[in-house]
């Protein structure tokens, strides 16, 4: 039983496709399920069951990926313990982010790393966060930066460090009528408007998978809005916030992704009310117990310097 089996099957098992897991491995996919049937040859029994939706574990089978994960996280941890003792020379480090996240952390980290580690790989995982959050658990990844989840939906084995706070806001066209039913409060940037006043508008939703999704969804619950109008759903959030400056629709977005990069369509926006708790906070993810390099405590301490704000660490 080698390292490369164990990471085929343990790919194999999360990717639930031979063909999506050859592409993950830039292996073929032949060679891929050649090698899926010596090992389950060599071992007796099928790690898999063949069905027409995919590949799903035996309950062989999830006890060899149970068993891979951790082999393979003891192997992570080695080559990271090899890596401090070279004094950051060389060594990799495996961290996820969120896609806009992505672009603002990189950008004003990345290259400061290089200079200080020039011979340390970075590797780097886009995805949403629920995504993240199954990495870290999987020991896939070092750490992740990214939204935190409300505390009832945190995973009890991963540590969320809360750097900065973003509030949400509303976005809708300049010449909505619930404007003039706004009002200016002086610890706000924009007028306050009670998200129960959006109970009869139209929603721009991204999907229920996204961090924003969850986060809206918990303030319209709170508003008594449990089952809003929804018009449109899609993925990306610069579509959402155009489409609402155009009328079509009304949304909340982190105020962060709506004043950042305008571009050419500008939205009216309003504050939300502090009892509705429309915020979620930039944090660094660990797993609990978890081995971390000096090359990953060494990012991650950049991105506090960078990102440190107003939420205290916890």
Not at 15 to 24: D, E, G, L, P, W
Not at 90 to 102: A, S, V, W
Not at 108 to 137: A, C, W
């Amino acid at each position: 039983m080698t390292s490369r089996e164990l990471l085929y099957v343990k790919t194999i098992a999360e990717a639930k496709t031979i063909s999506k897991a050859a592409q993950k491995l830039f292996v073929a996919q032949p060679s891929l399920s050649q090698s899926l049937q010596r090992i389950e040859d060599a071992l007796g029994t099928q790690l898999f069951n063949r069905t027409a939706s995919g590949l799903t574990l035996t309950y062989a089978g999830e006890k060899y990926y149970q068993m891979a994960v951790r082999i393979l996280k003891i192997y992570t941890d080695f080559e990271n313990e090899i890596s401090d003792i070279n004094g950051l020379k060389t060594g990799r480090i495996h961290l996820g982010i969120t896609n806009h996240l992505g672009t603002i952390v990189m950008s004003q980290v990345m290259t400061r790393f290089h200079q200080l580690y020039p011979g340390v790989e970075v590797f780097v995982s886009e995805e949403n966060s629920d995504t993240l959050d199954q990495k870290i658990l999987t020991g896939e990844l070092d750490f992740a930066v990214l939204h935190a989840p409300s505390p009832k939906d945190r995973q009890p084995l991963i540590h969320y460090e809360l750097l900065k706070d973003d509030p949400f806001v509303i976005v809708l066209t300049q010449d909505h009528p619930l404007l003039e039913r706004a009002e200016p409060r002086p610890s706000f940037p924009y007028p306050v408007l009670d998200p129960r006043l959006l109970k009869n508008e139209p929603f721009l939703m991204v999907h229920k998978q996204q961090r924003i999704r969850q986060i809206t969804d918990s303030v319209l619950k709170k508003a008594g809005i449990g089952q809003p109008h929804i018009r449109l759903t899609l993925r990306s959030y610069e579509t959402i916030r155009i489409l609402a400056s155009q009328g079509l629709g009304v949304t909340l977005l982190p105020s962060e992704y709506v004043t950042r990069d305008p571009g050419r369509f500008h939205p009216a926006l309003l504050s939300i009310p502090t009892e509705y708790n429309a915020s979620w906070s930039m944090c660094i993810s660990t797993l609990k117990s978890s081995f971390l390099s000096n090359a990953a405590q060494m990012f991650m301490e950049l991105v506090r310097i960078q990102f440190g704000g107003n939420t205290e660490k916890r």
